[in-house]
T-cell receptor
């Protein structure tokens, strides 16, 4: 069965510093991979997605993620964090032929001044 | 395009009562999904519809849960005889099947508290 691991429950980053959120997945083939962000009282918003092609994908709000097959990872990065980036971030995987998304447990990002 | 909407946003009910939630997807989206999110966890898939047909159900969807999408537009999720363990955020999402990698657009959720 598919699974997604986000090893960091909380991360605190200073405003202006770089950010990397880790995501590892368990799946036999190349999955569809996603990063979503959830702010309090808001629904999940898609930051970026990967299926094939260039392993470095660009998303909205200055985020990017890199797919590394050898490490079964899809880490999210941002070069300079803004206070408005404070939120919960979820990595998700989708199996080819099925419609459901399987989410990790999330990483809560705190941004310090 | 006003996005996915869900009503109510919050619901407090007593154990044993029935509750019903509504989801209005983005217009013309033919797929609609329900997920459940408990505190400290990521969303977990419950079920999805293509038009009015319910095509996949999770084992999480016990006999007390029923979902409908009668005209292929809005959907309802009913929980009968609620239990404290049903307390969670219930998320709805919709997508337009185009044959490619489709994005699921999420609503703000309905937070259920069972006392």
């Amino acid at each position: 069965a598919q699974s997604v691991t986000q090893p960091d429950i909380h991360i605190t980053v200073s405003e202006g510093a770089s950010l990397e959120l880790r995501c590892n997945y368990s799946y036999g083939a190349t999955p569809y991979l996603f990063w979503y962000v959830q702010s309090p009282g808001q629904g999940l918003q898609l930051l970026l997605k990967y299926f094939s092609g260039d392993t470095l994908v660009q998303g909205i709000k200055g985020f990017e993620a890199e797919f590394k097959r050898s490490q079964s990872s899809f880490n999210l990065r941002k070069p300079s964090v803004h206070w408005s980036d404070a939120a919960e971030y979820f990595c998700a995987v989708k199996n080819t032929g099925f419609q459901k998304l399987v989410f990790g447990t999330g990483t809560r990002l705190l941004v310090s001044p | 395009d006003t996005g996915v909407s869900q009503n109510p946003r919050h619901k407090i009910t007593k154990r044993g009562q029935n509750v019903t939630f509504r989801c209005d997807p983005i217009s013309e989206h033919n797929r609609l999904y329900w997920y459940r999110q408990t505190l400290g966890q990521g969303p977990e898939f419950l079920t999805y519809f293509q038009n009015e047909a319910q095509l996949e159900k999770s084992r999480l969807l016990s006999d007390r849960f029923s979902a409908e999408r009668p005209k292929g537009s809005f959907s309802t999720l009913e929980i009968q005889r609620t239990e404290q363990g049903d307390s969670a955020m219930y998320l709805c999402a919709s997508s337009l099947e185009t044959g490619g990698l489709v994005e699921q657009y999420f609503g703000p959720g309905t937070r259920l508290t069972v006392t």
